[in-house]
């Protein structure tokens, strides 16, 4: 599958961004597998974690066999960033900001791109720009009426997932307002957390996108 076709793969069936911010190479294949074994297929890896690229790549050989999970970068930057991080294996490329040279870098090598906004400007800027989906950042600032109001201007099918304090006892009215998805951070991973801690809350996110529990 392509990076595109695993993105899509994810929205349709479980749209929840793992975002493992300050993981470290040698716990990032247990954590991982973790993720994946709740049905979380997208997997990002900040690049102010420690050696970033040595734990994507990590990741990538992980699940060389699994066609379906998407590997990425978080806090990406520059295109410079972009191509180092394409070169360790990262599919998917996510920025707290807007910046049309980061779209445009991944785009051309035929990765995910998920750029942060917050105002229709950024948003219809980053569209243009050819970005596959948006990350509304920080979401702690806005609201699912503010999720409802951007969908309604912006090209219908346009994936926009809020990032940023996303608990699961909450998704519900986000994804009400039409969120496609979320990216999950420190309520799903944070350093010297237990593998099988992350795995309870894995399932737990999983479960309440579903709506099999009431969280």
Not at 134 to 154: C, H, N, Q, R
Not at 165 to 171: D, E, P, V
Not at 172 to 189: D, K
Request: proline share 8%.
């Amino acid at each position: 599958m392509t990076p595109i076709e695993k993105f899509q793969y994810a929205l349709t069936h479980l749209p929840l961004i793992a975002i493992l911010r300050g993981i470290a190479p040698d716990e990032a294949r247990s954590v991982g597998v973790a993720i994946a074994d709740a049905g979380l297929t997208a997997i990002e890896v900040p690049l102010n974690s420690p050696r970033p690229l040595d734990s994507i790549a990590a990741l990538r050989e992980s699940f060389a066999a699994d066609a379906h999970v998407l590997i990425g970068a978080g806090t990406v930057l520059t295109p410079d960033q972009v191509r180092e991080c394409a070169a360790a294996g990262a599919e998917l490329i996510v920025s707290p900001n807007f910046d049309p040279a980061v779209v445009d870098a991944a785009t051309r090598t035929g990765l995910v791109c998920l750029p942060g906004i917050m105002t229709p400007t950024e948003a219809f800027g980053a569209l243009a720009a050819g970005a596959s989906g948006l990350k509304l950042f920080p979401a702690e600032l806005a609201s699912p009426a503010m999720v409802k109001a951007l969908l309604a201007v912006l090209p219908v099918g346009t994936p926009l997932m809020p990032v940023g304090g996303i608990a699961a006892h909450h998704m519900a009215e986000w994804r009400a307002a039409g969120a496609a998805g979320f990216g999950i951070g420190s309520a799903l991973y944070r350093p010297g957390k237990q593998v099988s801690a992350v795995a309870e809350d894995a399932a737990r996110f999983a479960a309440a996108w579903d709506g099999t529990v009431i969280v």
